[in-house]
């Protein structure tokens, strides 16, 4: 009888001591968030021709896996800009490039506020992108221009894509002005040579500035379109390093020498362009590596 009483007291201590074991809901895990993204923005200067060197810079980036996020673009490196973040990539915009006649881009005009009207460089940027306004570019994408009565910078992020780029590449007494909403809008480049700032205020977090910006020179020419360039390019110093101290990488390809006019030096701008972005590449890399590092590390210490 006590051998038998013996496994029923047993199992019944038991089933008591796990009738008495809090039953308190256990906290789950906390979330572990990952890190912030990273967002690359590839921050494209104004140089009207010299600006074939985006489209160099463009491809040795995207062949070494570095793939921008956000595009910024004023000028020249609006038109650029607008394309690659329509979809094309490098390989595609040279073949745009290499195709390109300088006619398709200039409509030239008797008017005293300009020789140029600009519509036709709108409608080649509108034919290029499918028509598509800014917000429905395959990467989010701005265009910076500035208003020429208030001298305030302006930043296209939605709206006409054509008109945004024309409005960004309106050199003042080359281009007329272009009016946007009843606002006249010329070349960016007076208050935002290279847009960083720009993309900045986009969401990015890692900027590649691409500077082509001509810098002022001693005994340039003394004709009206090399006043102008000199003029342009003084005014623009301190905006331009203004801008560049925000980015976290720049590429400078060596373009001096090719002039605002020079299409038919195309090919030898792609091709500096891919020089310069080729020794940048390793620094990229290397900067990538560490701000993701950082990014990581910090939204560990926050958790």
Same mark, same amino acid.
């Given at each position: ?14 089933t008591?001591?796990a009738?008495t ?25 104004g140089?009207?021709a010299k600006g ?14 570095i ?16 394309l ?18 300088e ?15 600009g ?16 917000e429905k ?6 265009a ?9 910078r302006? $930043?296209?992020?939605t +709206?006409? %894509?054509g008109? *945004?780029? !024309?409005?960004? &590449? ?6 007329q ?14 208050t ?7 993309a900045?205020?986009m ?15 001693a ?25 560049l ?6 590429i400078?390809?060596? $373009?001096?020498?090719? +002039?605002? %006019?020079?299409? *038919?030096? !195309?090919?030898? &701008?792609?091709?500096?362009?891919e ?5 940048a ?6 900067l990538?590596?560490?701000k ?12």
């Open positions: 009888m006590k051998s038998l009483l013996r496994p029923i007291a047993l199992l019944a201590a038991l008591l001591a009738c074991t809090s039953t308190a809901p256990v906290a789950p895990p906390a979330e572990v968030k990952p890190p912030p993204k990273l967002k690359i923005a590839l921050a494209l200067g140089g009207a074939f060197a985006h489209i160099g810079v463009i491809k040795v980036l995207e062949n070494a896996g793939k921008a996020d956000i595009v910024t673009g004023t000028s020249a490196g609006a038109l650029v800009g607008s690659y973040a329509s979809g094309l990539n490098g390989f595609q915009l040279q073949q745009k490039a290499v195709q390109l006649d006619t398709n881009l200039t409509d030239l005009s008797l008017s005293s506020n300009g020789v140029i009207k519509e036709a460089l709108a409608d080649y940027v509108n034919r290029q992108v499918g028509n598509r306004p800014i570019l395959a990467k989010p994408f701005a910076v221009a500035t208003d020429f009565d208030s001298g305030a302006m $930043v296209f992020r +709206g006409n %894509t008109q *945004a780029v !024309r409005a960004s &590449a309106s050199i003042p007494n080359v281009f002005p272009t009016v946007i909403n009843g606002r006249r809008y010329v070349d960016g480049g007076l935002s040579p290279v847009p960083v700032t720009a900045r205020e969401g990015a977090n890692f900027v590649i500035a691409v500077d082509i910006s001509a810098r002022p020179r005994g340039s020419g003394g004709g009206f379109l090399s006043i102008l360039d000199q003029s342009l390019n003084i005014m623009s110093v301190p905006m331009l390093q203004h801008e101290k925000q980015a976290d990488v720049i400078r390809p060596q $373009v001096q020498n090719i +002039g605002t %006019t020079g299409f *038919a030096q !195309r090919n030898q &701008a792609i091709l500096e362009g020089k310069a972005a080729a020794q590449v390793p620094i990229i890399k290397k990538l590596a560490q993701t590092q950082q990014m990581t590390l910090v939204a560990a210490q926050t958790h």
